[in-house]
DNA sequence: TATTGTTATACTCTATAACTATA
DNA sequence: TATAGTTATAGAGTATAACAATA
């Protein structure tokens, strides 16, 4: 159990790991944004699939999964056949081209790791997996609001300021 | 010095985090999204500063900042006051309430995380902490594109495609 | 001429809600 | 009636480029 200027400092960090995440994304080709490597990189980890289980590996609304799945689908990175066992579903696979694809991420992300993470060692780098992947199964990959908890509400901003209020902050 | 499979895995982790992100962004008030809650705490932790300064902490454009920082000027927490020094600037400051909103923040997401985190150790949120900003000072919290590096292309998509095209995959 | 900010525009990711088709 | 998926719409975050004011 850890105290709140810790968890204070992980919200943080968190919140600045995006910078990373963007930098990573800025390697990526045009043509395929993060969305899209992340359908294909589950397709390869987890085989094939139905869209309602990607969307719960992503961890996002199925109606975002759709949409990453119809850009990749557009592409011919996957392609979506008719799900035998029920007709409201296909099945998502991915193509000799998606692999293609796949492979070329891998080469520029792990490119790019290599050199920023070069003094690193490999059991520095396998601690911090280890640590992101039990944070976010700590967070059940959860998508529904748990229990019972209530629904933030909004703060109120300064109204009768309690400083004086100097004009440049006239919105 | 990692392998390219510890590499993709790190990739992996970095963009399902995301998700852990959200679930702390779905406790904020809805008044205050996630870039003015960096905003502000930003502010607090390093003192008054000008937009430049924020961006860079922020590692994002100014562009980006500058409307952060309309949004909470607007709503009464920070106040923007000339810099005696440079008439092209302002030093930005948390007000009063500006605090306030700070401690509320800090409280909701501190409870989400000691609620989900109940089991992790303290050390082990430390050991957390520590790697993450070392990810992110290896990263150099770098804005440009370091040295030549080659802008991506984008990937080919199947065009003649290899594999028998199926009717449900004409976009 | 270079720098600090601001604004306009566009793109990505996300969620909610309404809708279709099937179970 | 409930579930799988799609689409429309809206909101947040970001980047690029054009612009204003000042250095």
Redesign the pocket.
Known sequence: MAGQAQYEELTRQL?AL??VK?EI??VLP?NC??????VLTLLDRHGDM??????EL??????????????V?GRGWIV?SP?P???????LRLTPAGHAVLDELSRRSSALLADRLSDWTDDEVGQLVRLMTRLRESFGDC?ATPHGTPPPRPLPAAQAAPTTRTPEDAE
């Open positions: 919140s995006g910078a963007r994304g800025r045009t944004p993060g969305g899209s490597a992340a139905r869209i309602g289980r990607l969307a992503l961890a996002v609304d199925m109606s975002v999964t759709s949409r990453h799945v119809a850009h689908a979506r799900d066992a029920d007709k409201r579903s296909r099945i998508r």
